[in-house]
């Protein structure tokens, strides 16, 4: 089977939106086996899109289409579609009925409506996120335009939701993937180690880059899902035995999931203490549910002041060392737990930029701190290379964080370039670098 991808926006076009669709479709048809020969991009413009759509059918027994489905007069990709396969556009019932749903009491204007009109015939694909459903359009028989919606938040459900059973009904195969997660290595660093692991045809190894993590997809296809996981776990077992204790996790949805998760499983309950990531960390953690479970309390402590009056931080300590010091991470994260009563406390405070930094201080220098009863760890997270940016070394620092919670959590060696025990919290005074 022969497929193209048409992504359509003019906003591609001008460079202001990435276009992010044609590489999570490209991934997806490339586990079925389905040869992707073609990819192009179409302003909002009718006939130049209707011109696209003959040629790729021309060629092509599967299109699919991103974006232009919404509810604004230059979301035109449903009405060409239709005038293309020769199908009238008909109301869809069940995708009325989402959309009625999704706006609740709130009016629809006659632009909304429209979302639930789809080419007579197709296969209507739910939106979970937003409102414009996909669809799958027959055209001249066999052939078949996929409509998916641009945004990637509704386009990536919509292809393992709807897209994946498509086209597993079409191929005869069905695929299982599964994500190794990682924290703590670069894509190029795994990419090497598993090398060799990534020359497989069924099942494959992939590594993919995304904010301050990455993750290695092992994808399967087989007759039956059963048969195609089969295939697929033991590639996953040598893909972690390999990568080692930076997997946090196998098909698990984020860092933070698994520190709330491993922390309930304990009966452990954790504090925090922020200066530079200002409530960053706190979010993450509850933003995941069963937060409630394991977290009393989260201080941001910005100012010096604040962080002597809330956390304890001698002032000796602050006029000695500064702000931004292992010291005071350490006696931030003590501080939280002892007087929050917390069985685990992290402190993080560092320079997030993009000024303040001094040559001993660079921008995007930050220490993390992990309080517990038997010690406290420090990490430290100085500047690698270019400098990406104020929210990039906060979401960073956090991770770190969190990453230092699950090694603790795990029994695994947290490489703490500074370690002091709980009585030298009391005096200020910190071990010597190990």
Not at 84 to 106: H, K, M, Q
């Amino acid at each position: 089977m022969k497929a193209e991808i048409i992504s359509v926006g003019t906003e591609l076009l001008l460079g202001h939106t990435v276009n992010t669709d044609a590489a999570h479709v490209a991934r997806e048809l490339a586990a079925f086996g389905i040869d992707l020969e073609h990819v192009q991009t179409v302003g909002d413009n009718a006939a130049r899109l209707e011109a696209a759509l003959r040629e790729a059918l021309a060629r092509s027994s599967l299109v699919i289409c991103t974006g232009g489905l919404g509810p604004t007069e230059d979301d035109l990709t449903k009405e060409t579609v239709a005038r293309v396969a020769g199908r009238p556009l008909v109301e869809d019932a069940e995708s009325l009925a989402r959309l009625r749903e999704y706006f609740g009491t709130r009016p629809m204007g006659e632009n909304q409506f429209k979302q639930a009109l789809l080419p007579l015939g197709a296969e209507a694909f739910p939106n979970s996120v937003g409102t414009a459903p996909g669809c799958a359009v027959p055209v001249d028989g066999e052939k078949f335009v996929l409509l998916l919606p641009g945004p990637p938040s509704e386009l990536l459900p919509m292809l393992e939701g709807s897209v994946r059973p498509f086209l597993e009904r079409r191929t005869g195969a069905v695929i299982v993937s599964l994500m190794v997660r990682t924290f703590g290595i670069g894509e190029g660093a795994a990419a090497e180690r598993i090398r060799d692991l990534m020359q497989g045809g069924n099942p494959t190894a992939a590594t993919y880059a995304t904010e301050g993590e990455m993750f290695v997809r092992v994808t399967a296809k087989a007759p039956d899902e059963a048969a195609a996981r089969a295939l697929a776990e033991p590639l996953v077992r040598a893909v972690c035995q390999r990568l080692g204790d930076v997997v946090y996790g196998v098909d698990v949805p984020s860092l933070e999931a698994v520190v709330v998760r491993g922390l309930a499983a304990a009966g452990l309950r954790l504090v925090t203490a922020e200066s530079c990531t200002g409530g960053l960390l706190a979010k993450r953690i509850t933003d995941q549910p069963g937060a409630s479970a394991i977290f009393d309390t989260g201080l941001v402590a910005y100012a010096n002041a604040t962080k002597a009056r809330l956390l304890g931080v001698p002032e000796a300590v602050l006029d000695a060392h500064g702000a931004v010091s292992p010291q005071t991470a350490a006696f931030m994260a003590e501080g939280a737990r002892l007087r929050q009563g917390g069985d685990l406390g992290l402190g993080i405070t560092g320079i997030a930029g993009p000024d303040g930094g001094t040559p001993e201080k660079p921008v995007g220098l930050v220490y993390i701190a992990l309080s517990a009863p038997d010690g406290v760890w420090l990490r430290v997270m100085r500047p690698q290379g270019r400098y990406l940016g104020r929210g990039w070394t906060r979401q960073r620092a956090a991770s770190h964080a969190l990453d230092l919670v699950r090694r603790r959590l795990a029994g695994l060696p947290l490489e703490a370039e500074y370690h002091k025990d709980a009585a030298a919290v009391d005096t200020g005074v910190c071990d010597r670098p190990t």
